[in-house]
């Protein structure tokens, strides 16, 4: 069992930063990965950007450069740090928990948390 749970984001202007985190309140057992997908009004469900448990980063295009995840697996937790932020950025963001394993393959999302970037 894995519960997520996510920090809050928040109002901030174009070109500042805002850090989210996301923490896992159960074991997470196996190859895995943690991440961050987002859904924008009207759209899609876009992965932003994820890590596994092997340190492999894999960010969407629109972000590369500017957004950066990393885990603490001490306190189970990933953080996603985003630095340069745009209007576009704008949506609600989910932490993801993926468990990659032959045995164990499941998938948990938290609650989401809105981010919004003003001009």
């Known amino acids: 069992q894995v519960q997520l749970v996510e920090s809050r984001g928040g109002l901030v202007q174009a070109g500042r930063s805002l850090r989210l985190s996301c923490a896992a309140s159960g074991s997470i057992f196996g190859i895995n990965a943690m991440g961050w997908y987002r859904q924008a009004p009207g759209k899609q469900r876009e992965l932003v950007a994820t890590?596994?448990?092997?340190?492999?980063?894999n960010y969407a295009d629109s972000v590369k450069g500017r957004f950066t995840i990393s885990r603490d697996n001490a306190k189970n937790t990933a953080y996603l740090q985003m630095n340069s932020l745009k209007p576009e950025d704008t949506a609600v963001y989910y932490c993801n928990v993926k468990e990659l394993g032959f045995s164990r393959r499941s998938d948990y999302w938290g609650q989401g948390t809105q981010v919004t970037v003003s001009s």
């Open positions: 890590i596994t448990s092997g340190a492999v980063t």
